[in-house]
Structures are given as C-alpha cells and as structure tokens.
C-alpha cells in the first residue's frame, strides 16, 4: 500500500524555470514531511523539511507548501539551475522516526 | 563531519548465493536504518535499530534476510538465499534520533546488488 504518493514521475524544467513536484498522503497520523534529493550514485540528502503547524517553508530557492485539510504538499524550486537535475522523493513520518518515501520524481533541468 | 560508509558498492551474485553488506554510521548516531531500494522506486525501509536492538522489522523478509548491529555501532546486512528480486540498492542511514530533537536521516551511497 503505497501512503504516499508523488507526482510527475518526470519533469524537465529549463534553466530558471520553476519546478513544482506534488505529494498526496492518506495517513493523518503522519506529523512530518521531508523532501530528499538524491543525485545518481550518492544516497539521498535532506533538502528541506515541514512540519503540519506552518502553511510554508522557504529555505533559498526551495519552498515547501503545505495543505493539511487536502493532505497534500509540495517542493517549488525556484530559478531552477542544471545542478539542481537529480531525483527528488518527497516522504512523511508517523512520530516513530520511521520515513516513507514517495515514489520520486527525476527532474532534469535543461540549459 | 565522516558520513555513513557502506561496502562494498556493487555487488554482482547468482541467484540462491548468500551475501552480506556493512554499514558504519555517523559517530554518535543512535538510530540505524536499512533500506531497499528498487530501480525507479523510492527507498523501502527494511529495518530499523535504536543502538543494538531492533525498534522495527516489519518488512524484513525473515526466510532470507537477517540483520544485526553489534555493539551499537556499525550493521550488517545479508542475505541468504538471494533471488533474482533482490537486485536493488540496498542504503544504510543513521539518525541522530531519538535524541537531538531531529528527524533528519543521514544516506550512505548504497550498495548495489545485481542477482543473476
């Protein structure tokens, strides 16, 4: 059962675009929700985080968004730059420190 | 900073051989975790330790996966035997967690298992 769902699958942006990824959970008990990146070759990183109390978090280019009543949130990248191409998998925990991802969504930023 | 240190970092076997992946955690890491990661897919955690004990193996396949974290510090991963199923990534992480007031994991850069 997959709780977390992720949309697109892929997504080419040019440079300077924005690149919008969208998250849908099922689980209201999650309290949590990270986005990592992950580069090829490398474990993913942790790029930004949200808890449920804020709408939005803006770190940089990075912003989430956060809509509790539709249980959906989501990564904008701002000025999208070719370092940013990599694979992008947003996630949500229930309290126990445990992460489950969404599927991810490769991006690709072209020049 | 040393991050999380896996090995080896590929791996190529045939299906029913047995093999067996390290992990050492970030110094001071309480929290372990290791995942499965199938190509196009995001990481499925298979399990999870709080320093030498085991807090959740839920999705461990038991028939053929075991896991253990000696000393609380650094984990072993294996399997025995593997099918062709198994060829994924297989991550370690380590958190800070449940001291630190944070939920950030920390990847390693995986294992990569090819089953034949």
């Known amino acids: 059962q997959q709780q977390v769902k992720q949309s697109p699958q892929s997504l080419i942006v040019q440079k300077g675009g924005i690149s919008i990824i969208n998250c849908a959970y099922e689980?209201?008990?999650?309290?949590?929700f990270p986005w990592y990146q992950q580069f090829p070759g490398k474990g993913p990183a942790l790029l930004i985080a949200i808890r449920p109390d804020v709408s939005e978090k803006k770190e940089g280019r990075f912003t989430i968004s956060f809509n509790k009543s539709a249980k959906q949130f989501s990564l904008h990248i701002m000025d999208s730059q070719p370092g940013d191409s990599a694979t992008y998998f947003c996630a949500a925990e229930a309290g126990s420190y445990q992460l489950t991802f969404g599927k991810g969504t490769k991006l690709s930023v072209i020049p | 900073e040393a991050g999380v240190a896996q090995s080896p970092r590929y791996k190529i076997i045939e299906k029913r051989q047995s093999v067996a992946f390290w992990c050492n955690p970030i110094s001071g890491h309480a929290t372990l975790y290791w995942y499965q990661q199938i190509l196009g897919q995001g990481p499925k955690l298979l399990i999870q330790?709080?320093?030498?004990?085991?807090?959740?193996d839920s999705q461990l396949p038991k028939d053929r996966f075991s896991a253990e974290r000696l000393k609380g510090v650094d984990s072993t991963l294996k399997i025995q035997p593997a099918k062709l199923e198994d060829s994924a990534v297989y991550l370690c992480?380590?958190?800070?967690?449940?001291?630190?007031?944070?939920?950030?994991?920390?990847f390693g850069p995986g294992t990569r298992l090819t089953v034949l």
């Open positions: 330790f709080q320093n030498n004990g085991v807090v959740d």
């Open positions: 992480a380590s958190s800070l967690a449940p001291a630190g007031g944070s939920n950030e994991q920390f």
């Open positions: 689980n209201t008990a999650f309290d949590y």
